[in-house]
């Protein structure tokens, strides 16, 4: 996952433009957005099953986009369950277990508290510049929004997603919408984005919806109740060792 917190930074501010810029443009303007000594944010992840939905409350800790930790705080099942990211590693603490796990490999495609989203898509927080190379194809209106329709193409092929299709608010830069294709160029998952609001100076989103087009269901829908910028993070919430307490 991207690691879900930085799926939250979405746009990158900016004005309009006599001409059309390029597409490689449009990606760094994505990127500059999200570019932050650190980040706090509190979320709601309300997953939405065949037997019902049910919300997770969390709490994340980011430093650039190398180290974050994350804190399930509600309901009283998940309560104490943290993630640990430190560059490509993962770890996951249950309490129930009282065990830290390394999540790899296939483990990385696996399911996130039966969410629509993966472990993969938890860690995904590089530059989209540097993984993917961009094409504008087309133009549309979404949400009274005039957007490009961005296609990206892997660079190489250490992402989670081969291909991907963005729809970019022309005026805002931010995405408000996307596809996820495998190497196949088989749909995988798809991503909405509504309650786009001005903080700080960076345009936030507060509601996404993710759905994986292979699983039964409505898709998960992430909210962001808070974020805080370029705020001192304590070191050692960046520790295995933090997991535990």
Known sequence: MKWIPCIVLLLAGGGLFAQQP?????LQKIDDNQNADSRIISSRMIIHGRRGSRTI??????????????????????????????????WTYSPSTDRIIRISGHMLRQSVMGSDLSYEDMME?????????????GSERIDDRDCWIIELTAKNEEVAYYARKIWVDRERYNILR???????????????????????????AGRIVFKDVLKNGEGTEFLVDSVEFNRDIPAYLFSKAALKK
């Open 22 to 26: 390029t597409a490689d443009y449009i």
């Open 57 to 90: 409350e969390s709490k994340s800790w980011i430093e650039g986009d190398e180290k974050s930790f994350t804190e399930y705080l509600a309901p009283a099942r998940e309560k104490g369950t943290k993630m640990l990211k430190l560059g490509d590693d993962l």
């Open 125 to 137: 927080d590089h530059s989209l510049v540097e993984m993917y190379k961009a094409t504008i194809i």
């Open 178 to 204: 996307e596809d996820r294709f495998g190497k196949s160029g088989r749909l995988l998952k798809t991503t909405t984005v509504s309650d786009v609001r001005m903080q700080d100076g960076r345009w936030v």
